[in-house]
């Protein structure tokens, strides 16, 4: 392999190891917005925002990890209250 299909298969690898973890986010906090006591539901939401302020994901990409947090629960809790707003 040459040093470009290197770097792209290791930014490929990047973005896909983010973007499980983004989807993972949206599924877990919306499950914990839908019960706030759900303690697995937490436990995967904390573990999920580690993840985005750990070294490890800042080595894989340059997305700041807690602005994009902060727009995931917003993003989580908008489809929520829409949904309210609809069945209203």
Known sequence: MN???TNTSWENLANAVVLSAVRDFRTEYKKLMRNPNSKAAAG?????????????????????????????????????????????
């Open 44 to 88: 995967e939401v904390a573990s999920l925002v580690r993840f985005f302020t750990s070294d490890y994901y800042k080595s894989l990409t340059s997305v700041d990890g807690g602005f994009l947090v902060r727009k995931l629960k917003d993003e989580v809790e908008e489809k929520i209250n829409a949904e309210k707003r609809r069945s209203s």
């Open 3 to 5: 040093d470009d299909s």
